[in-house]
């Protein structure tokens, strides 16, 4: 199980998202996290572009544009971590701020 489940709501932002998953693997060390990107049935690249770069990512599909309550919702019935994180694909994480986050706790 891990300590965080970190789910990321996509809709037609693949640069950004790219962007925010990076952030989240290089700025994330000590902390196990599972990260859940939820694709609200973009039109652009997103789903090829985050199936090649992060095959480690759980991609969920929704099929329709269920909106950012709606994403979350599929992402946190896929998790099973202490905590939930709730990242915004133009989110960039900055100076291992999840690690410190959860070392604060």
């Known amino acids: 199980m891990s300590q965080v489940d970190i789910i990321l709501v996509s809709y037609n932002t693949a640069d950004y ?7 989240v693997f290089e700025q994330t060390q000590t902390t196990d996290i599972n990260l859940i990107v ?4 973009s039109s652009d690249n997103s789903v090829e572009l985050i199936r090649s770069r992060f095959p480690d990512v759980q991609l969920i599909e929704t099929g ?9 919702n599929v992402g946190a019935k896929l998790g ?8 915004n694909p133009d989110t960039v994480i900055l100076d291992g701020a999840i690690d410190k986050l959860v070392a604060f706790s």
């Open 17 to 23: 998202t790219a962007r925010a998953i990076e952030s």
């Open 38 to 41: 939820i694709d609200n049935n």
């Open 64 to 72: 329709a544009n269920l909106g950012f309550a709606g994403g979350v």
């Open 80 to 87: 099973n971590a202490e905590y939930i994180l709730l990242l």
